[in-house]
């Protein structure tokens, strides 16, 4: 295994990027087929925008407050635009699923038989779901934030737009290994939706995708700060609002690398567990 | 050294046993009963480099576990197998480029693409050269006649269309062992043959080592000189198909096409040589053993008008039909591996 490992190894760096450059490009000429998908897909994505517009609206009108625990109006509506972009960065949609539907069918046994590795393989394939769905939709994102600028306190300086950016990088990997870890369950436990299901139930309370994180109470914010959903939706947009002190910028994104790391090495652990599982016992 | 090295094989899977009933199933949750199925009881084997070898058995007999073994895609529970000197289930890329499984109910290609993207992926996978892929490509698209339809999305193509894919796709790292689950399952008549008589051109040409799983006897006696016969998990029968009807074989169908209407004592005279088995005027189907063969027909020459005749062997679906039952009731004794004279025209199909 080891011999092969470092022959591996020895493939020039060239032919490697040819290989994912290839993947990368047939996968995104597969999300090209569902043209009609997105242009449906990405209309829907506003329209809670407008939802959270009114909603917010009535709820500072009532309580006769300007601000509330430092957000204004427009800054929580800017912080919902935000996490639209986060969101779409660490959101995998079908990747749990279909890992566990993989795995249950069979064909699993691909990635087995052909000399590649499955984790790299649907990482890619993930890249390039994302990037053909946001070069299209970059065209209503532009537009809609270009409607909505009022809202925003205006651009962040460059260390911080810098974070903002590494952050939603980190939130995509991130998002990519805990869904795949999670999907990988399917080699113990054939039938994984309901862990899904906790999964998103979580996560939409956690990441700051329902509401931000400091609105919660002291003791509800130590327990989102031990996990890692607020990387998700939560920590991006709350960089590029500046409510995370500059000094503790770097902290946070290197904690956040931190998860991230450790996603990796649990989804490749889970792997190659459930792959002897799967080879022992099924098949 | 064999190409294929197989000693002891086994492999027992673990099923969970499940009951009927919610009560059951709630039980389930906490104390779960498993059955160990004895998918392969200990398989000796060895194939030479260039054997294009058949398996053999009823469903259930351990044909798709042993090929699953053998690529890797599983861990026996005991034994030993090399493959081109590779232990098929570490799993080393540098086996998993020489080798491929094509399993006639499963589907490699990415659906909703052409098959070209499909292969280009292939060859980034496999790392094949530019100029060593496009001759392969060139080659077996020319043989299995594909080259109108490399531009199509692989869910607009047919079932047999789609499996010329999937074989185009498995043979463009030209491996140098093939292991083939049921390719014609589901084909028609002209499909399958295509794809016979593909299989037969190319792995004569390339000398490569092909082991195949049918249930449909028109690929084994067209392409494979070796016949493994697995029944329960262990080898009964390794030899040539002829060997196979030969020793369990004695029988014989003759069709006779009389001029006349057919009498009693006609059919009284038939059935003293053997088993009428269909009577349409002036048509008579029967079935008699080898050795009466030129004595019935002789007599029933002198005396009657005959238009035409066919003597045939039976379906070799039958043949082996009967083959396999023998084998689950453990009647076999020591097939033997005799010479051959002809071998049916499979009418079964």
């Not at chain 1, 499955?118 to 065209?139: D, N, P, S």
């Not at chain 1, 810098?162 to 080699?187: K, T």
């Not at chain 2, 035409?308 to 084998?327: C, G, K, N, R, T």
Request: charged content about 20%.
């Amino acid at each position: 295994m080891t011999a092969t490992a470092v022959k591996d190894n020895r493939i020039p760096l060239r032919a490697r990027l040819t290989t994912w450059w290839v993947i990368l490009r047939i996968a995104m000429e597969e999300r090209f087929v569902y043209r009609g998908d997105f242009a449906l897909g990405t209309l829907m994505r506003f329209l809670p925008i407008i939802t959270q517009i009114f909603l917010w609206t009535a709820i500072f009108q009532a309580s006769g407050r300007s601000e509330i625990a430092d957000y204004t109006r427009d800054t929580i509506i800017a912080y919902y635009m935000l996490t639209m972009i986060s969101r779409a960065f660490s959101s995998m949609p079908g990747l749990c699923s279909g890992i566990a539907l993989q795995v249950r069918d069979g064909e699993i046994k691909k990635f087995l038989i052909q000399p590649v590795d499955m984790l790299g393989f649907l990482l890619l394939g993930r890249v390039a779901h994302k990037a053909t769905y946001y070069t299209i939709a970059v065209v209503p994102f532009v537009f809609v934030f270009f409607l909505c600028r009022g809202f925003f306190p205006g651009w962040p300086e460059a260390p911080v737009f810098i974070a903002f950016c590494l952050s939603l990088f980190m939130g995509f990997l991130l998002g990519f290994f805990i869904e795949a870890s999670l999907g990988l369950v399917a080699f113990w436990f054939l039938e994984v939706s309901s862990l899904v299901f906790i999964y998103n139930l979580l996560s939409f309370f956690l990441s700051g995708h329902m509401f931000p994180l400091d609105l919660l109470p002291d003791w509800a914010i130590g327990i989102v700060n031990v996990l890692p959903f607020q990387y998700l939706a939560y920590m991006p947009a709350a960089i590029f609002l500046g409510k995370i002190p500059e000094e503790e910028l770097w902290t946070s994104l290197a904690i956040e690398a931190c998860w991230l790391l450790a996603f990796v090495a649990l989804a490749r652990f889970m792997f190659e567990r459930g792959v002897q599982r799967y080879s022992g016992f099924g098949g | 050294m064999s190409i294929i090295e197989i000693k002891g094989l086994k492999k027992t899977y673990q099923v969970y046993q499940k009951k009927e009933g919610l009560r059951s199933s709630l039980r389930g949750l906490f104390k779960r009963e498993y059955k160990q199925v004895k998918a392969v009881q200990g398989i000796d084997l060895q194939i030479e480099q260039g054997e294009f070898v058949a398996f053999l058995g009823p469903n259930g007999a351990g044909k798709t576990t042993t090929l699953k073994l053998l690529s890797g895609v599983i861990h026996p529970t005991s034994g030993t197998a090399t493959v081109m000197g590779h232990t098929p289930w570490q799993r080393e890329n540098e086996y998993r480029r020489r080798f491929a499984l094509v399993m006639g109910n499963k589907n490699q290609l990415w659906w909703d693409l052409p098959a070209q993207e499909s292969f280009r992926l292939h060859q980034q996978i496999y790392r094949i050269e530019g100029d060593v892929f496009q001759n392969t490509l060139d080659e077996l698209t020319d043989l299995l006649d594909l080259r109108d339809l490399l531009q199509q999305p692989v869910r607009e193509l047919s079932l047999g269309q789609r499996m010329k894919m999937e074989l185009t796709a498995a043979l463009l790292h030209s491996p140098e062992v093939l292991f083939l689950d049921e390719p014609t399952i589901g084909l028609d008549v002209v499909a399958q043959h295509n794809i016979q008589q593909f299989l037969k051109y190319y792995q004569q040409k390339r000398k490569i080592t092909i082991l195949l799983t049918s249930h449909y006897m028109k690929d084994v006696a067209a392409l494979c000189k070796r016949v493994v016969i697995i029944a329960d998990g262990l080898i009964k029968y390794d030899g040539s198909l002829e060997g196979i009807i030969e020793s369990t074989d004695k029988r014989k169908m003759i069709t006779l096409q009389f001029r006349d209407v057919i009498e009693d004592s006609l059919l009284a005279a038939l059935k003293k040589f053997g088993d009428v088995t269909d009577i349409e005027t002036p048509r008579v189907k029967l079935t008699v053993t080898r050795d009466v063969v030129s004595r019935m027909l002789s007599s029933i020459l002198d005396d009657y008008q005959v238009d035409d005749i066919v003597v045939e062997d039976p379906p070799l679906e039958d043949i082996i039909a009967a083959v396999f039952s023998e084998i689950t009731e453990g009647r076999v004794n020591q097939l033997a591996d005799g010479e051959f004279e002809s071998i049916g025209d499979g009418q079964g199909l």
